[in-house]
């Protein structure tokens, strides 16, 4: 984690210290490789901005049960789950600035380890004893996979439009977002329209952030990603950063990329003169102004909520999602 992150996420160190806490219960399994991965990969690192985003909810609704730091790690282990699963499927090496877990203990065992945090927020989840809660919990797991099997179908697909994108990143990664904040409201026993208000403030905050996750991805470099920089488009992940730079492109030139990063013959100077392409031809300022309309989007959402304290903490917390550099 950057410093600037850092101290920007301290001011939530406390409600951060309670959900670590519980973050460590549920990580028991008859077998201690699971334990070991759990640990490996769920404590210690990572910016538990779902688990805060449920529990700012929560409070902003006037939750007032001792279960809001526990139920909201439902949220940080659907999320491992997923990022233990797409470390496979993109075949990534680093996670978080250390080995994959895939890297660390192959394949199957990372896979293995996905299943047992997905199951590990559910058996937390059913404790709510709220129908609703789970729903929304069941409804955003079916738009992760779908988002990201989409994903995996347009892998190097350089006719990617700019809506089937969005459709991937809302499915991939708004939903879960969007469901932590919603949940926080269903389970404070509220009406139907503050649900709403938060799930829209989740899903607006949720494009923002991966919008951002994308660009950073050909402006950060790896000190600050805690991965190799231009990972997305190695992989063959067509974002929208190269979206919005081919659409600046003539066909020919545009035909001469694409023939070039779909063979083999592809080097490292071809990579770092496509990034610098990307970096300096407007697209990466036209999406910062993106990120941002969707962020003030957000915030819009919670006009319908009396000033706050944790409401406060919700809009800056949103506001940063534009400003991170990591
Ligand atoms: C990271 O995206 C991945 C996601 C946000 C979602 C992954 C979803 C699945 C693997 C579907 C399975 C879902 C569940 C609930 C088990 P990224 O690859 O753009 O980001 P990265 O650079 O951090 O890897
Ligand atoms: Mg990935």
Redesign the pocket.
């Known amino acids: 984690m950057n410093p600037e992150t850092r101290e920007f996420l301290e001011r939530f160190s406390s409600d951060f210290q309670r959900i670590d806490q519980e973050l460590s219960r549920p990580l028991s399994s008859r077998v201690s490789l699971l334990e070991d991965i759990g640990h490996y990969a769920v404590l210690g690192q990572g910016k538990r901005l779902r688990p805060l985003l449920f529990v700012l909810s929560s409070q902003l609704c006037g939750y007032q049960r001792e279960d809001i730091y526990r139920l909201s790690t439902v949220f940080e282990y659907?999320h491992a789950?997923?990022?233990a699963?797409?470390?496979v499927?993109?075949h990534?090496e680093t996670r978080r600035s250390k080995p994959s877990v895939n890297r660390v203990w192959g394949n199957p065992a990372a896979v293995l380890s996905?299943d047992f945090f997905?199951l590990k927020a559910f058996s937390i989840a059913v404790d709510s004893n709220n129908v609703k809660f789970l729903n929304t919990l069941t409804e955003a797991?079916f738009w992760?996979?779908e988002g990201?099997i989409q994903e995996l179908f347009h892998t190097h697909d350089w006719g990617l439009t700019e809506d089937k994108y969005m459709e991937i990143i809302t499915g991939?990664?708004a939903m879960l977002i969007s469901a932590a904040c919603a949940s926080g409201a269903i389970l404070s026993g509220v009406e139907d329209k503050a649900v709403d208000c938060l799930r829209q403030f989740g899903l607006n905050a949720g494009i923002a952030f991966q919008l951002i996750?994308d660009l950073l991805d050909y402006t950060a470099c790896e000190e600050e990603l805690g991965?190799p920089e231009g990972?997305d488009l190695r992989e063959g992940k067509i974002t929208l950063p190269l979206i919005y730079t081919l659409s600046n492109l003539k066909k020919a030139e545009r035909r001469q990329l694409e023939d070039l990063f779909k063979s083999d013959r592809a080097g490292d100077e071809d990579y770092k003169q496509l990034i610098n392409l990307v970096r300096n031809n407007g697209a990466i300022e036209r999406i910062k102004d993106e990120a941002k309309a969707y962020v003030d989007k957000a915030a819009r959402c919670l006009d319908i909520f009396p000033t706050s304290s944790s409401k406060e903490k919700l809009l800056e917390l949103n506001r940063y999602i534009v400003e991170r550099r990591h």
Do not use: E, N, Y
Request: aromatic share 4%.
């Open positions: 659907i789950s997923s990022l699963h797409d470390d499927l993109d990534a996905g997905f797991g992760m996979v990201q991939k990664t996750d991965k990972t």
